[in-house]
C-alpha cells in the first residue's frame, strides 16, 4: 500500500488548529452549566459559614488596660484639643500613654454627615487655637475628601487627618501623639 503524501505546512497547520479549537470546544462544553452550582455545605461547613459570635466577643486587643472604647470617648482622650464636633458619632477612640515621655498616643473614628471642609474646620480651630501648625501631607491619599497633618513642639506632637466621603456621610481618622497641656 503506497504511503500517502505529505500534508503541506501551511494544511498542517490548519488542521492543528482544527484540533486545538475541537478539544477546547469539547473541554467546555463538558465544564459549562446551566446556573451556578447550588451545593449546600453540611456537617463543619454550616457551623464555618454561619457563625455564631459568643457574648463576650470584642473586636479590640485585650491589652490589660482601657485605652481603647467603641462608640464613645475614652478617658484620658484629650477632649480640649480634640473635641468631637456636634452631631458627630464616635465610632472609637483610644487614648494611651507613650512609655518615657509626656505624650499621649491617640486615635478618633466617626462618622457625621456634616460636609468635609466644615469637619476639617471643625478639627482644626482648637488644634491652631493651641498652638498647632496646619501643614499638607506629603503624598495626597486617594479617595479622601480631605486630609491634613498638625504639628507642634518642632514636630514632637503630631496629629494626621483623614476624612472619607461616601453615601453622604463622612468618616473621620484622626491619629498621633499629643501633650494634653500646651508645651
Request: charged letters at 20%.
Amino acid at each position: 500500500m503506497p504511503r500517502p503524501a505529505p500534508l503541506p505546512a501551511r494544511a498542517r497547520s490548519a488542521v492543528a488548529a482544527v484540533a486545538v479549537a475541537l478539544a477546547v470546544g469539547a473541554s467546555t462544553v463538558a465544564c459549562t452549566t446551566s446556573g451556578p452550582g447550588r451545593e449546600a455545605p453540611t456537617g463543619s461547613a454550616v457551623a464555618l459559614a454561619t457563625p455564631t459570635p459568643g457574648p463576650t466577643e470584642t473586636l479590640l486587643p485585650d491589652d490589660g488596660g482601657s485605652h481603647s472604647v467603641v462608640g464613645e470617648v475614652v478617658d484620658g482622650f484629650p477632649v480640649d484639643l480634640v473635641p468631637v464636633p456636634d452631631g458627630a458619632e464616635v465610632l472609637l477612640s483610644s487614648a494611651a500613654p507613650v512609655d518615657g515621655t509626656d505624650l499621649t498616643e491617640i486615635s478618633l473614628n466617626l462618622r457625621t454627615d456634616q460636609d468635609a471642609a466644615g469637619l476639617l474646620a471643625a478639627v482644626r480651630a482648637p488644634l491652631v487655637a493651641a498652638g498647632f501648625t496646619e501643614g499638607t501631607p506629603p503624598a495626597a491619599e486617594a479617595g479622601l475628601a480631605a486630609q491634613s497633618t498638625f504639628a507642634r513642639s518642632e514636630g514632637s506632637e503630631l496629629l494626621v487627618v483623614g476624612i472619607l466621603d461616601r453615601d453622604d456621610e463622612r468618616t473621620l481618622t484622626l491619629g498621633g501623639r499629643v501633650r494634653a497641656a500646651a508645651p
